[in-house]
């Protein structure tokens, strides 16, 4: 059985880590981040930048 997985930051410094080991056991992948996954061919892949609401910064 293949294990799922959403990844959130997947294009990060750590994200890019964690996404290697996850897609090298054969895993099946979704990634949510800040900025375009060009180099990650093949996974499904939200975009999303949060309103400073949303963050509760200002």
Do not use: N
């Amino acid at each position: 059985m293949t294990s799922t997985f959403l990844l959130t930051g997947g294009t990060g410094t750590r994200g890019r880590h964690v996404f290697r080991v996850l897609d090298a056991t054969g895993a099946r992948l979704g990634m949510l981040s800040r900025t375009s996954p060009d180099p990650f061919a093949g996974v499904d892949h939200v975009t999303e930048r949060p309103t400073p609401a949303e963050t509760g910064r200002r």
